[in-house]
């Protein structure tokens, strides 16, 4: 796999052609700066960029060319002159038909340092390493150009297998792939209604909800065990209201309380215990109340 790396960049485009597989030893076979005039005009320097391009691609023929991926930058200015540059490579590659492949500055330097935010002197060591330079390439552009080349050749294999996967999986009538080995998809089985449940003692069904009837007026409900119908609640029988008391029954008196054991005074003498409060005259409801029997007075004690 030959690939040509370019750094784009108006002042300095960087180039850079290596050949190899991944996995074994790669080759540098050239590296270089394509450079123009700052004071220039813009249209006259991408001109020179796109001739300085086009010399290598003549030179070297590669099968694939890797381009910087263009990312945010707070200079605007320079943004918009290295998205120019990447233009005009991209498009020198596409008018030969040769493939074109954007690799993030984060990314060249994690396939090549193995850190993606190693510095310029790290990557132009690792560069110098792998390709058994004898002194690191100058300018950084350059090495960066042949870095680009480098990560292009150990990750082009895995990308081209995940392009292949999504384009047959974009494909129209794709179908989905079938169940591994020792799976097996087992249809669902239908839904039988449930059966009737019968009740205890009586062995009466009950129906399903689903076939319940609605309730009619005047129809009664059979309980699962005694099998006796209930009449609807409309037609319930009133209680029996509790049985009262006549009028003029007497009611009973209550019982006098017996009086404890006469108690003596100190000088032996009895002490007459007061006589039982006599009970009231029962009342009748609806005649005249009886006058009360007034209480015997307590005697001197003796």
């Known amino acids: 796999m030959r690939v ?60 694939y060319v890797a381009v910087e991926r263009v990312f945010a930058q707070h200079n605007v200015r320079t943004v918009m002159g290295t998205a120019q ?13 040769i493939p074109v492949a954007l690799h993030t500055p984060s990314e060249v330097k994690a396939a090549v ?11 132009g060591a690792m ?28 990750r082009a294999p895995a990308q081209s297998r995940l392009q292949q996967a999504v384009a047959a999986h974009r494909a129209p009538g794709a179908s989905r792939p079938a169940a591994g080995p020792g799976i097996s998809r ?26 319940r009837t609605a309730g009619t007026p005047g129809m009664s409900r059979t309980p699962g065990a005694s099998g006796v119908s209930r009449a609807p609640n409309a037609s319930r029988t ?11 029954t007497p009611s009973t008196p209550a019982t006098p309380r017996t009086t404890g054991t006469p108690r003596t005074s100190g000088s032996g003498t009895a002490v007459t215990p007061a006589t039982p ?15 009360r029997t007034s209480r015997t007075l307590k005697g001197p004690a003796a």
Request: a positive charge; proline letters at 9%.
């Open 4 to 63: 040509l790396g370019i750094d784009p960049g108006l002042t300095r485009c960087g180039v850079g052609v290596v050949e190899g597989v991944a996995g074994r030893p790669l080759t540098m076979l050239g590296v270089g700066v394509v450079r123009t005039s700052a004071d220039a005009e813009l249209g006259d320097r991408l001109v020179a960029v796109e001739r300085g391009i086009e010399a290598w691609l003549d030179e070297y023929t590669p099968g």
């Open 85 to 97: 540059a990447s233009a005009v490579a991209m498009l020198c590659a596409a008018r030969r038909g």
């Open 113 to 123: 340092t193995g850190s993606g935010r190693a510095e310029k002197a790290q990557v």
């Open 127 to 154: 560069v110098t390493r792998l390709l058994r330079l004898d002194a690191p390439p100058r300018p950084a552009d350059a090495a960066d150009a042949l870095a680009l080349a480098i990560c292009h050749i150990w």
């Open 186 to 211: 087992t249809p669902r089985a239908s839904t039988t209604p449930a059966t009737p449940r019968t009740t205890g003692a009586s062995g009466v069904a009950r129906t399903p909800d689903a076939s």
């Open 238 to 248: 009133p209680a029996t209201p509790s049985t009262s008391r006549p009028a003029g």
């Open 277 to 291: 409060r006599a009970s009231a005259t029962p009342r009748t409801s609806g005649a005249a109340d009886t006058p």
